[in-house]
């Protein structure tokens, strides 16, 4: 068989195909590019008005998937949703539920901003006013006035309980005592029980009509003390008035087409003259509260607190790194004082769902169901379109310091989850809900087909990762190199990796190598420097490896021929960084029953898809040689210094032309090494990590010395995979090592065994001189030895059938 040309070992990117010479004559993409079914999906559930159609944006890690979508809501963000500054006040009827306003977007700084400047008025000329000259003559005359019509309704009674010699005494509001007197001096109680019988009962007379006229009297004063309290308060609410007034008044004019804005003002108006003492008085605790809740401002008890502000009418897009309860929901902040927990409506704080309400709110699912009660509340909130604020402890029926239940806050907005497949069908096989509220899953693929038109595409996408990132430009040979990296990472040469990360090192890594250099721009031999660079910090493991093929711990053969005994291929994972490594399988046949022992799955070192390959392997082998007659020679399979598990079916291939040069006792090549997938009908299937495996047999290879016949066989199928790597293209180009692809495993037989395989004849016998042909005269020859030594048993079991007959008829 020929090896394969050079062109089909790697997809050169033909830059004279470009347009440009350097990225800086490109446009950056708006898009993310390859993605237009992801982007369709997205697409479709941001434009659809109904509940239910959040997205769950499926793929893994490094894909683009926040980078696509930030950028289609920067310039397809539906301009239908309306955003509102959202600010909560207190509540004066019922201080435990403070109220919700929803204003336009930029109204609510401007309303705090007033109430503020409003307040700071208050605060100084309130004081000035009501401890000024004028006010307190008048509210000190008021007072003499009622002061004086009390004593007037005392004095009445006092008089009359003169004349009947009794004394009146007033002490505190509502107290009194009426005494009987002996001239000037009170009674005492040896005196008054030397009065007659009739003086003292006079007495008692008295004192009983004084008691009556002095309640009535009692409740003219307080008639009068109450009369007084509405005229002060008529008073203060004049004179608030005539500080307040006009100033509320403008406020109110300013805002008249917010009704919602207009009521709270007017129930500021009432509720001041109700809270007058709070500007007289200083109060220690509403100033704690103040200086500890990093606020100076007095009072509070009419502050804004603005929640939620946009400085103009633009869609909101939040990305929450953190979704933590109260990060998302928000919560009520309190302060302590003197060992009193205090809290009030201007200490809640927004959570992230109340900044993207009206818009659009991006997560990680996998953040999202890690943090505790998150995932429930997000399915509430969006089932209810209402966010309430609560505390954890109500969530853990715990009872908490925080006592507020403020207003819910109408919630329309578009979640957007980034997470992987196996999240995204884990909730849909556990959450019925997930399925109702996530309706739109966008798909993101992982790679893009490679054409001309693609790589121009992908050219831009280069460029707007240069200047989002900031980095130097690209030479138009520099994006070749890259363009040509990513058909190795999505392993196909017709494939380009949309995996935006690993591109993104790439050129962060090569911008670093092109300015240590002093380069302007980056070139092709910045990109191979730091794909070298990347390469050798993370080769440590693979080199540890080589190091025992050098010297000799590790046995593996690269020259000469040997029975049973291939050279098998494989895959090594270390930290991300793959590598392949040759395996010696080695096969031993016996006289048996025609049973293939697979060693590794015998010790339990074989995975489940190894053991079936070998199953396959056995029943192909079985369809050849045992149709009509069963097999008397079994066989072991084992791969040799193997100390840990082996998986997948990728050595099926190798296993089986172990097993072939067992059974006919052909060497096989050991300048040669195979990987590959064998089915039942013995065509070699396609499998992974193509280019890993022949640079790792290649390094083997110059390791022990390059003869020249040095090789690997591989599926054919596996040709579109090939990217290799130069040291190999160099390697081929100078003949020094050749690559092979087979379809069958006959083909593959052929190559290691130096001899044709064999075609069956009609009778289903193969050609003496065949491969084939040579196992099949080695089996005829054991069925042969098998039949005859079952014959000559035959004939010995029937002579010592008749001794015994013989015997007892003597006996008779």
Not at 142 to 158: I, R, S, T
Not at 585 to 592: D, L, M, V
Not at 602 to 617: A, Q
Not at 709 to 724: D, E, K, R, Y
């Amino acid at each position: 068989m020929k090896s394969l040309p050079l062109n089909q070992l790697y997809n050169n990117c033909d830059t004279r195909n470009f347009s440009f010479k350097t990225t800086r004559q490109l446009e950056p993409l708006e898009e993310i590019v390859g993605q237009n079914r992801a982007q369709e999906a997205v697409r479709f559930a941001l434009a659809m008005p109904h509940g239910g159609y959040n997205v769950y944006a499926v793929g893994r890690n490094g894909l683009g998937k926040r980078t696509m979508m930030l950028r289609y809501l920067e310039h397809h963000a539906n301009k239908e949703y309306q955003s509102y500054d959202w600010c909560y006040v207190a509540n004066f009827d019922d201080p435990r539920s403070p109220r919700v306003l929803r204003l336009p977007a930029g109204e609510g700084q401007n309303l705090k901003q007033d109430m503020d400047r409003l307040m700071l008025r208050l605060t100084k000329l309130i004081p000035q006013t009501f401890e000024g000259d004028s006010f307190l003559e008048r509210a000190e005359k008021l007072k003499n006035d009622y002061g004086n019509l009390q004593e007037q309704e005392l004095d009445k009674v006092a008089r009359q309980a003169k004349r009947k010699k009794v004394s009146l005494s007033v002490s505190t509001p509502g107290g009194y005592r009426l005494i009987a007197m002996n001239g000037d001096e009170p009674h005492t109680q040896e005196s008054f029980a030397a009065l007659t019988e009739a003086q003292r009962q006079g007495f008692e007379d008295a004192i009983n009509k004084l008691e009556k006229k002095l309640r009535a009297a009692l409740r003219k004063v307080a008639d009068l003390e109450q009369d007084y309290t509405d005229k002060q308060q008529a008073l203060n609410e004049e004179t608030l008035e005539s500080i307040t007034g006009h100033q509320l008044d403008e406020l109110v004019a300013k805002y008249k087409a917010l009704p919602e804005i207009v009521d709270y003002l007017e129930s500021v108006r009432k509720d001041l003259a109700d809270n007058l003492d709070i500007f007289l008085e200083d109060s220690e605790e509403q100033a704690a509260m103040a200086y500890a809740s990093l606020d100076r401002k007095m009072p509070r008890r009419y502050q804004i607190n603005l929640m939620v502000h946009h400085k103009a009418q633009k869609v909101p897009v939040i990305v929450e790194d953190n979704p933590t309860y109260h990060s998302l929901f928000g919560y009520v902040e309190n302060v302590t004082f003197k060992g009193t927990v205090f809290t009030d409506f201007s200490l809640i704080r927004p959570g992230s769902l109340h900044k993207a309400n009206g818009g659009y709110l991006l997560m990680d699912a996998i953040k999202v169901l890690e943090q505790p009660f998150v995932w429930d509340g997000l399915k509430r909130a969006l089932r209810s379109k209402s966010l309430q604020i609560n505390s954890l402890e109500r969530e853990l029926t715990l009872s908490g310091t925080i006592s507020l239940e403020p207003e819910a806050i109408p919630l329309n907005v578009k979640i957007v989850l980034f997470g992987d497949r196996e999240t995204w069908m884990l909730l849909q096989e556990y959450d019925p809900e997930f399925s109702e509220l996530f309706r739109i899953a966008a798909d993101f693929e992982n790679e893009m087909h490679r054409n001309a038109d693609s790589e121009q595409q992908y050219a831009k996408f280069i460029a707007s990762v240069v200047v989002e990132k900031k980095l130097l430009h690209c030479d138009r040979k520099a994006v070749g190199r890259v363009i040509e990296y990513s058909s190795r990472i999505a392993d196909h040469q017709q494939r380009l990796s949309l995996h935006a990360a690993d591109i993104a090192n790439l050129l962060r890594e090569s911008d670093f190598w092109a300015r240590d250099a002093g380069a302007r721009m980056i070139q092709a031999t910045h990109v191979e420097q730091a794909l070298a660079s990347a390469r050798y910090r993370s080769s440590r493991i693979r080199d540890q490896y080589f190091d025992s093929i050098r010297d000799g711990t590790t046995l593996v053969s690269t020259e000469g021929e040997r029975v049973g005994q291939v050279n098998a291929l494989s895959v090594l994972s270390a930290g991300g960084f793959e590598f392949g490594m040759p395996n010696r399988i080695t096969a031993t046949c016996y006289y048996g029953d025609g049973d293939i022992i697979d060693i590794e799955r015998d010790v339990k070192l074989g995975g489940n898809l190894h053991s079936k390959g070998v199953m396959i392997l056995t029943s192909w082998l079985a369809s050849r040689f045992a149709v009509t007659d069963p097999m008397s020679l079994s066989a072991s399979l084992t791969f040799e210094q193997n100390y840990g598990e082996v998986d997948g079916d990728s050595a099926s291939v190798a296993e089986l032309c172990a097993l072939v040069s067992s059974l006919s006792g052909i060497p096989i090549r050991q300048d040669l090494a195979i990987t590959g997938s064998l089915n039942q009908f013995g065509e070699v299937q396609p499998i992974g990590g193509a280019n890993e495996k022949i640079e790792g047999f290649f390094e083997t290879c110059r390791i022990k010395g390059l003869s020249g016949s040095q090789g690997v066989i591989l599926p054919a199928t596996n040709v579109q995979n090939l990217m290799l790597d130069s040291d190999i293209l160099q390697a081929v180009r100078q003949r020094k090592f050749a690559i092979y692809a087979v379809e069958t495993a006959e083909e593959a037989i052929s190559l290691l065994l130096g001899k044709t395989a064999g075609k069956p004849s009609a009778k289903g016998r193969y050609p003496a001189n065949t491969v084939f042909g040579v196992i099949q005269k080695r089996l005829d020859s054991m069925r042969e030895h098998e039949r005859q030594e079952s014959s000559s048993e035959r004939r010995q079991s029937h002579d010592g059938h008749h001794a015994p007959h013989v015997g007892h008829s003597g006996q008779a």
